[in-house]
């Protein structure tokens, strides 16, 4: 069982507004404490560390956003958190959703300027 992790995981409801920005803080240096190790088991060598570490920052201000300061909204994405994070350093994920998590920005930029799938899609393609 790995350290990290605690052995159950559990819905904890925080109390303030703060206490749950402070777990929230403590999940994402938990989950940066464990790139390394998740970079490892998965053999992600071709993928910097940075690239990583950007793809979590950028998940957390996109749910703090979306969070606001509702108490319950911080509390359930912690918890997602933490069951995500769970998941992959027991490595019940397979290397494809690790990879795919990481490289969604890669992915989308790499379609946005494909003229062929834009004509496609907007059904120009077809003489008739």
């Known amino acids: 069982m790995n350290p990290v992790i605690p052995k159950a995981l559990r819905a904890v409801k925080s ?3 703060l206490e749950a920005q402070q ?3 403590r999940l994402y240096r938990q989950m940066l404490r464990s790139v390394p190790q998740i970079m490892s088991d998965y ?10 570490r950007d793809r979590l920052k950028t998940e957390f201000l996109a749910n ?4 606001g300061e509702s108490v319950e909204k ?3 994405s912690i918890f997602r958190g933490a069951q995500e994070l769970e ?3 027991m490595n019940w994920k397979t290397p494809t959703h690790v990879y795919r ?3 969604v920005e890669k992915v989308a930029h790499r379609d946005a300027g494909s003229g062929f799938l834009k004509d496609f899609y907007a059904n120009t393609l077809s003489p008739y």
């Open 74 to 76: 911080i509390d359930r």
């Open 23 to 25: 777990r929230s803080i």
């Open 43 to 52: 053999k992600m060598t071709n993928v910097p560390f940075a690239d990583v």
């Open 87 to 89: 998941e992959t350093l």
């Open 101 to 103: 998590y990481v490289e």
């Open 64 to 67: 703090a956003k979306a969070n």
């Open 15 to 17: 109390a303030s507004l």
